[in-house]
Nanobody
Framework: QVHLVESGGGLVQSGGALRLSCKTSGINFRIHHMNWYRQVPGNEREFVAR???????VYAAFVSGRFTISRDNIRNTAHLQMNRLEPEDTAVYHCNTRWKGREFWGRGTRVTVSS
C-alpha cells in the first residue's frame, strides 16, 4: 500500500523558513517524480514544485527562487525547503506522485505565515 506522509509545517513569521518532508512507502521511490502542491481552503490545489527521478526540478512562478525541492533516494523522502516565506504562502502543503494513471496524495502539513 502506498503512503505519503508530510511533516515540517508550522507557524512562522514573514521572512522565516520551514523545511517540509514527504516520507513515502510502498513505491519504488527512486523512479517516481515527486510533486508538492498547496491548498488554501476554498481554493483549488496549486502546483508548487516537482523533482523528477533524474533530479531535474520545476517550480511554479510564484516560488521566485525562494523554495528548493530535493529528494533522498536512500530514505525515500522528498523535501521542500522554503525560505523568505510570505503570508500568501499560508496553506496546507501536500506531496503527490503519479504512477500508471493513478495519483497518490499525502494528507498534508499546514504552513501558517504571520505578517
Amino acid at each position: 500500500q502506498v503512503h505519503l506522509v508530510e511533516s515540517g509545517g508550522g507557524l512562522v513569521q514573514s521572512g522565516g523558513a520551514l523545511r517540509l518532508s514527504c516520507k513515502t512507502s510502498g513505491i519504488n521511490f527512486r523512479i517516481h517524480h515527486m510533486n508538492w502542491y498547496r491548498q488554501v481552503p476554498g481554493n483549488e490545489r496549486e502546483f508548487v514544485a516537482r523533482i523528477n527521478s533524474n533530479f531535474t526540478t520545476v517550480y511554479a512562478a510564484f516560488v521566485s527562487g525562494r523554495f528548493t525541492i530535493s529528494r533522498d533516494n536512500i530514505r525515500n523522502t522528498a523535501h521542500l525547503q522554503m525560505n523568505r516565506l510570505e503570508p500568501e504562502d499560508t496553506a496546507v502543503y501536500h506531496c503527490n506522485t503519479r504512477w500508471k494513471g493513478r495519483e497518490f496524495w499525502g494528507r498534508g502539513t499546514r504552513v501558517t505565515v504571520s505578517s
